[in-house]
């Protein structure tokens, strides 16, 4: 008889793992139940983080847990290095490994077999299926589980390593006139038209470094920020006239209570960025005004981060890697560079 197949809930979770009663529950073999207290099923946790943690604590108590195939390591990827990681680290990989799970749960191989071959065929695979977006996504996803293995003794080597190059898309080509940009801040309340303005002057900075400034940011010298691919790269942009007045009238808009606050936070003196990094709230009122302005026939529409090549349009190549933090001139070349050149 067929095995009954997983829910729809379910299917993105690891084999034997399921939701029940608003948790999350892990199936225990019958050959393991003196392992995970006598039961056959048991909760891991109201969370899936907190599952991910119950899980990983329990797994090198049990016997059978070795590492076979791709699935099996993606399975402990999953539970022991995850956790360990930032929350949009752990969300960007999430949203790849049910995809990864299918592909090689459907053709299972032993992961000490796994070759560059193999992973050329799972990206052709996804790249049309889904698009060269998730394909990429998946390619880095399995990358990192591979090197994960090489840690734990898995594998005595990462087979990817110079020998598997990951899928690429098209650099997005976008470009803001001056003139859309003018009609669309017209649009918005001052408190946004100063955030546009505040992101300009400040040479493009990340919808995230904007948003997660404090006042206590606001040094002698200039406005103190941290980078939010690499934390340890902090960097300060010095006062102008301009920048200093924007940043006054930012205060005089939005007076905080009592001490150290968000340079931007909501009607209920909450932060814009949420310790997940996520921008809920930004990024729904962005996508309303945005949507009034497209249907009004304001602008063409464009995403706030298109705003970061806008920053940076009259730098040179070197000098915009530079403002932008990049560590290669080539991510500004192809993501950053839309403004027609001039011959």
């Given at each position: 008889?067929?095995?009954?197949p997983?829910?729809k809930?379910?299917?993105?979770l690891?084999?034997?793992?399921a939701?029940?009663?608003n948790?999350?529950y892990?199936r225990?073999?019958d050959?393991?139940k003196?392992l995970?207290?006598g ?8 969370s899936?983080?907190?599952a ?6 329990r797994l090198?108590d049990?016997?059978?847990a070795?590492?076979?195939t ?5 399975d402990?990827f999953q539970f ?10 752990q ?5 790849a490994?049910?995809v ?15 070759e560059?071959?193999?992973?050329y065929q799972?990206?052709?695979?996804i ?15 399995l990358s990192?589980a591979?090197s994960?293995g090489v840690?734990?003794?898995v594998l005595?080597?990462?087979?990817l390593?110079?020998?598997?190059r ?6 997005r080509?976008?470009h803001?006139?001056d ?11 001052r ?5 546009i ?5 400040c ?6 470094e904007l948003?997660g ?5 606001l ?8 980078n939010n691919?690499?934390?340890r790269?902090?960097f300060i942009v010095?006062w ?7 940043v006054q009238?930012?205060?005089?808009l ?5 001490g ?8 209920n003196?909450k932060?814009?960025?949420?310790p ?13 005004y945005?949507?009034a302005?497209v ?7 464009f995403?706030?981060?298109d705003l970061r ?11 915009a ?10 991510v500004t070349?192809?993501h950053?560079r839309?403004?027609?050149?001039v011959l």
């Amino acid at each position: 008889m067929a095995p009954k197949p997983r829910s729809k809930v379910n299917r993105p979770l690891p084999s034997r793992w399921a939701i029940k009663h608003n948790a999350y529950y892990y199936r225990v073999p019958d050959n393991q139940k003196h392992l995970w207290d006598g039961k056959s099923w048991f909760r891991l946790g109201a969370s899936l983080a907190e599952a991910h943690r119950t899980f990983s604590a329990r797994l090198h108590d049990v016997a059978g847990a070795k590492v076979v195939t791709v699935g099996d390591l993606l399975d402990r990827f999953q539970f022991e290095f995850l956790p360990t990681k930032k929350p949009a680290t752990q969300d960007y990989y999430l949203k790849a490994l049910p995809v990864l799970r299918t592909v090689f749960n459907t053709n299972p191989i032993p992961v000490a077999l796994l070759e560059p071959r193999h992973a050329y065929q799972m990206t052709d695979h996804i790249s049309k299926q889904y698009s060269v977006k998730k394909a990429r996504q998946c390619a880095e996803c399995l990358s990192s589980a591979l090197s994960f293995g090489v840690k734990k003794g898995v594998l005595k080597q990462n087979p990817l390593v110079g020998q598997f190059r990951k899928p690429s898309a098209q650099g997005r080509d976008r470009h803001v006139t001056d003139q859309e940009l003018l009609a669309f801040t017209k649009t918005l309340p001052r408190k946004w038209q100063l955030y546009i303005m505040l992101k300009l002057h400040c040479k493009g900075r990340r919808k995230g470094e904007l948003l997660g400034l404090n006042r206590s940011d606001l040094l002698e010298e200039g406005i103190l920020f941290t980078n939010n691919k690499r934390t340890r790269d902090r960097f300060i942009v010095p006062w102008t006239q301009d920048l200093r007045g924007i940043v006054q009238e930012i205060i005089d808009l939005h007076p905080p209570r009592v001490g150290d606050a968000p340079l931007f936070f909501t009607n209920n003196f909450k932060p814009y960025l949420k310790p997940s990094g996520a921008t809920t709230s930004f990024d729904t009122m962005w996508q309303r005004y945005m949507k009034a302005a497209v249907e009004a026939g304001v602008c063409d529409r464009f995403t706030e981060h298109d705003l970061r090549a806008k920053a940076v349009e009259h730098e040179t190549e070197d000098v915009a890697a530079r403002l932008l933090r990049h560590t290669s001139v080539g991510v500004t070349q192809k993501h950053y560079r839309r403004k027609p050149e001039v011959l």
